[in-house]
Every structure is written in C-alpha cells, then in structure tokens.
C-alpha cells in the first residue's frame, strides 16, 4: 500500500474556520458557582470529553440512575406492552407517582412517570418487568452499562437510593447518558414538559431556564448530594454535562454547557456525499474543536496498489489526527 500524510494546509484550514464563527477560545470552567465533586462535559456523537473535574472518583448518584435504566427498558421491552404493578413496587421509599399493587400500565407511561417524576415505584416496575426481581436487574445494569463504555460503576437498584456498592464516577454517567441520547424515543422521554396522558409535569427545571437543553434526569439524596445530568443542542452540536454531588447543580451546569459552547464548535471534517481526495467514503465525521485546535489536524490516506478497477471496492483507508491522537478512521472505496 502507498501512504500519504499531510497537516492541514493553509487552504484548507482557511475554510474550516469560514465555516463557523468562533465566539472565544476561553476555558470551559468558570467560577461562579461550587464545583460538583465530579464533573464531565461530553460531546455526544464522538464522545469526545470537553471537561472533566474529578471525573473518575467514585460517587453515589441517587436518580441519575434512572437513566441507564430507562434505555434499558426502551431498548428492551415494547412501550406499548401493559405492565401490572407488583406488590414490592407499592409503597417505594423516596419520590413515587403513587402506584398501587394491581395497577396496569403500560411501559412508555411508566417510563414517563420514572424519568419526568423520578417515581421509585415505577423503578421497581420496570426492573421486575424486564428481569423478574430487582436484583436480576441490577445485575443487567452493571453489564449493559460496562458495554456502554462505563466500567468503574457498580449498580444495586434501578432507582438510586443509597447502597454502599450502587455508585459511578462522572466518566461512566457521562458516557452511559450520551449513549441514551442517541436513542429517539429516550429523547423524547427525557425532553418531555408534561405527559399530558397522566397529567405529570418533568422536574427538570433545565428545560425552562436553559436555552437548547432537551434532558436529562436530577437526582438526590442525603449522601449523593445534588446530582444533574443535563442534555443541551446548539448550532448542530449535542453535549451532556454531569454533576455529581454540586450544591449548586443548575448554575454550575450551565457555567459548564456554556463555556463549552463558547470554546467549541462542530466542525466537518470530511463528507460522505463528496467522498474523500477521489475516492468513496461510507460516513462522513464531525468533531468538537476549538479554533486554536484546527491547526493540530492531520490526514493521513492509505492505498492499495495497484487499485481496483470497480466501483465500490476497497482502495484502502482514510485517517484523521487531532495532534497525536486518531480521531478518525475509515475505509475508501473507489468510486
């Protein structure tokens, strides 16, 4: 195979900086309000981490829980199917949408009731519904959540309360909320006012106080302190932000989403419609930079010789780098 590997040139970087208006380069952190002991911000489509503060400490995250155990169900169970509340389920310490043992619902309104109200008791109903107990359910959470890339976090419950070995880091809630957001029906879920079938109102106050967030789930508990995951969209780019216990969850999150917003932009880096120097790619990439970042970018391309003579063999592959790091990697085929 022949190889070539080129820094961005001047041209090109000419245009990517066309292609958006940069509004500063300043540090994601600001400091008005107390930092959460753990903090992430994270880009959701390449999971590229924008900040981190005591990211990896492991933490308590009373009803941020609920998140992974929401994509669970909807990833795993029909929304429409009716769900008869068990007897464990009634009475359910903490926040409940007051489910009484023989209710029938179905899992989209238990769903809404467990992600906009934080219902406990919809928690253990759909834990029992998906796995038959509430401890075979944990055991799937753990293990779904490793799968997500989220392997320092130990689940107990499907709801948050306190248990020594029910806890995550920052990190792992960060990455286990972008991999949700990528899923349709959660969003529609977690960015969700009012469920107007059962009159239920979401708790979230970021999605009335924060322009373009569209989720995700609050927390709290004594020893989790106060817990937000918050899901917000501008200009094309979707981040999630995370903070474990913050007294001051909402300020310092927007402090977070914001100063990541001013310092980064989505910028495309190549195009499936255009392919790649002459040849066809299958997907096209977008990544989060800031505009001191554009001139680190490097390509590298790859081809086999001698190549083929077909559309739509392999030619070899495309690399991108940020610096010293691969960002991107795909295969080129000939057009």
């Not at 130990?154 to 990455?175: C, E, I, M, Q, V």
């Not at 001139?295 to 190549?307: K, N, Q, S």
């Amino acid at each position: 195979m022949r190889s070539r590997l080129k820094f961005l040139g001047a041209g090109l970087l000419a245009l990517l900086i066309g292609i958006v208006c940069f509004r500063g380069a300043s540090g994601v952190v600001a400091q008005a309000a107390t930092a959460g002991r753990g903090e992430c911000v994270v880009e959701v489509s390449s999971r590229r981490f924008l900040h981190a503060y005591g990211a990896d400490v492991r933490l308590p995250m009373a009803s941020t829980t609920k998140v992974l155990t929401a994509i669970i169900l909807i990833e795993d169970c029909d929304p429409d199917e009716v769900v008869t509340v068990p007897k464990q389920a009634e009475g359910a310490e903490g926040s409940s949408v007051y489910l009484r043992a023989g209710d029938e619902l179905t899992v989209r309104d238990l769903l809404y009731g467990l992600m906009l109200r934080s219902g406990n008791d919809c928690a253990v109903t759909l834990a029992v519904h998906h796995s038959g107990s509430v401890e075979a359910f944990a055991r799937v959470m753990t293990a779904r959540a490793a799968s997500m890339g989220a392997e320092h976090s130990s689940f107990r419950n499907p709801h948050g309360l306190p248990d020594k070995d029910h806890y995550t880091t920052a990190r792992d809630l960060a990455l286990i909320s972008a991999y949700a957001m990528e899923n349709e029906t959660f969003r529609e879920i977690v960015s969700c006012k009012y469920y107007e079938p059962r009159g239920w109102k979401n708790k979230n106050k970021m999605l009335w106080e924060y322009e373009g967030a569209i989720g995700v789930k609050t927390g709290y508990t004594v020893a989790a302190g106060r817990c937000l995951v918050t899901s917000a969209e501008r200009n094309g780019m979707r981040l999630v932000s995370v903070t474990l216990n913050c007294p001051q969850m909402y300020e310092r999150t927007a402090e977070l989403l914001d100063g990541a917003f001013e310092s980064y932009q989505m910028i495309p880096l190549c195009d499936a419609a255009a392919g790649w120097e002459g040849f066809a790619i299958r997907s096209g990439f977008a990544y989060p930079l800031k505009k001191t970042e554009l001139r680190g970018l490097r390509f590298a391309t790859e081809t086999v010789e001698p190549l083929p003579e077909h559309a739509g063999e392999f030619a070899g592959k495309m690399e991108i780098y940020l610096e010293n790091s691969l960002i991107f990697s795909q295969n080129l085929y000939m057009m």
